[in-house]
């Protein structure tokens, strides 16, 4: 069973705006990681925020993680075309040996 | 060279057959992974393997069998392929304990007929 959710399912935004996608998950974590997959490849780990850690930063993207809501968010900010892709979250809960669990993902267009 | 690797990239095969799907890495990491996706459905793992001698089932096994010949390959086979696995089959790996992250292959795009 999927451990995350994330929402939306869809999002369509212009290039330069902020993209805001949220993950909710269902127990406790070790960690919870961010994956790009650009159409049919792999999958490209983009960040990862440890259960202790509230707010994290690289490059453009802002990801904060919230483990009283069991709810983390990716924020891309000044988003361009090419960050078109479907974003997934993943969880490694406590006592699954590190073994991820991941969302069915949010598709995010950015439109020239 | 790619760090994981996976052969064939795309195959067609009928119900019924035996097929391998096969996964290789250059990364030196002991733990590799087999997962399925299908549209929207995101990823499921398939089975994973901590080391050469740890082959573990994961949420979808039914239908699925690993081998790991070696650190480095980690191979995936459906012993009678149905329609239903028709799938996109992704091999990953990754060092040990909670602050690594995973690596990707390319992925395999399998059609059962």
């Known amino acids: 069973s999927q451990q995350g959710e994330e929402d939306p399912q869809a999002l369509s935004i212009q290039e330069g705006e902020n993209a805001t996608m949220n993950c909710s998950y269902k127990?406790?974590?070790?960690?919870l990681q961010w994956y790009r997959q650009n159409s049919g490849r792999g999958l490209v780990h983009l960040i990862l925020i440890r259960s202790n850690e509230r707010e994290k930063h690289s490059g453009r993207l802002r990801v904060t993680l919230d483990t009283s809501k069991k709810s983390s968010s990716l924020l891309i900010t000044a988003s361009r075309a090419a960050d078109t892709a479907s974003y997934f979250c993943?969880?490694?809960?406590?006592?699954?040996?590190?073994?991820?669990?991941f969302g069915k993902g949010t598709l995010l267009t950015v439109n020239p | 060279d790619a760090d994981v690797t996976q052969t064939p990239r795309n195959r067609i095969t009928k119900t019924g057959k035996r097929i391998m799907l096969e996964c290789s890495q250059t990364k030196g990491h002991d733990r590799m992974y087999w997962y399925r996706q299908d549209p929207g459905l995101g990823l499921r793992l398939i089975y994973y393997?901590?080391?050469?001698?740890?082959?573990n089932k994961g949420e979808i096994s039914d239908g699925y069998s690993v081998s790991r010949q070696a650190q480095a390959k980690f191979s995936l086979s459906l012993e009678s392929a149905i329609p239903n696995q028709t799938a996109l089959y992704f091999c990953?790996?990754?060092?040990?304990?909670?602050?690594?992250?995973?690596?990707f292959g390319p992925g395999t795009r399998l059609t059962v007929t």
């Open positions: 990953a790996t990754s060092a040990a304990g909670s602050k690594y992250e995973q690596y």
């Open positions: 393997s901590f080391d050469v001698k740890d082959i």
């Open positions: 993943a969880t490694d809960a406590e006592g699954s040996n590190y073994k991820l669990t």
């Open positions: 127990t406790s974590i070790n960690n």
